[in-house]
């Protein structure tokens, strides 16, 4: 449709050009009427012209303006624009959603569909997640060992609390001993220091150290040269302060070596809970 409405608008334009420059031959158009009212022409005789009078002026002249006329009527004719087509009625249809090309946002994901009531049979559920631990909690070692004539326990006092404990060492042996050392390590938990240590041995008969080890506060006594230690129970203590709250004395550890004469005595292990619940464990 648009290139037909080009054409028609360049003809009429060319048209219109052409009617501009055109400029009629007046004197040619006369002469053609003349000849025309004056008949035809007899043989091998020259026509007479007749005498111009007003009256064939007049006529010429009217028939010069017919024609002139007739002439500009074609041409208006040619160059009038032709009448726009009639317009017709198009049914639309409703603006379609917008493509995934032509919009700058993503396109909606589509709607799941109901799951199939066989979907379960033809997908076996998975088997829950082991709850098995990678590793095992450290076991608590044994608090009372023997050896012989010699026995031994470790223990955290009852009266400890959530800033102070202490770790008992019980010894029983039922022969005199003529060598005796007991260690005790109490492990770095935090917070953890030397706040003082006993025995219910004589302490002139025993030599003390305190020293940090490793990430542990270690308590050794040892038992000078020339002295014995009687058959009996003793007990050994380490005191010492830790930050505050519940201590866990787990990764503690305490040994005992001993000798009765030629025979070499060694015994040790870790601490027991509280019995009362009180103090740490």
Request: glycine residues 10%; hydrophobic residues 35%.
């Amino acid at each position: 449709m648009t290139m037909r409405r080009d054409v028609h608008e360049e003809l009429r334009a060319r048209l219109h050009e052409a009617a501009g420059r055109h400029e009629p031959d007046r004197e040619r158009i006369l002469a053609r009427v003349e000849r025309g009212m004056a008949g035809p022409a007899v043989p091998g005789r020259r026509a007479a012209r007749p005498p111009v009078g007003w009256l064939r002026v007049a006529g010429a002249t009217a028939a010069v303006a017919g024609m002139l006329a007739v002439g500009g009527y074609a041409v208006a004719s040619a160059v009038r624009e032709e009448p726009a087509p009639p317009q017709r009625e198009v049914a639309t249809s409703p603006t379609p959603a917008p493509s995934p090309e032509v919009t700058s946002r993503a396109p909606a994901p589509p709607v799941d569909p109901a799951p199939s009531a066989t979907r379960g049979e033809r997908e076996p559920s998975s088997p829950p997640p082991s709850r098995t631990p990678s590793a095992s909690a450290p076991q608590r070692a044994p608090a009372a060992t023997e050896d012989g004539p010699l026995w031994s326990d470790g223990s955290v006092d009852p009266h400890s609390n959530d800033f102070w404990a202490q770790s008992n060492v019980t010894l029983k042996n039922r022969e005199r001993l003529t060598e005796l050392t007991v260690r005790l390590r109490v492990a770095q938990t935090g917070g953890v220091s030397e706040a003082g240590a006993w025995r219910s041995l004589p302490e002139a008969d025993f030599t003390l150290t305190v020293a940090e080890e490793d990430g542990f506060l270690v308590y050794t006594w040892t038992l000078k040269e020339g002295r014995t230690v009687p058959a009996g129970e003793w007990v050994f203590a380490g005191q010492y302060d830790h930050a505050r709250g519940g201590r866990d004395a787990g990764a503690d550890r305490y040994t005992a070596t001993a000798a009765t004469g030629s025979r070499q005595l060694s015994v040790g292990g870790g601490f027991a809970a509280v019995d009362d619940g009180d103090g740490d464990s």
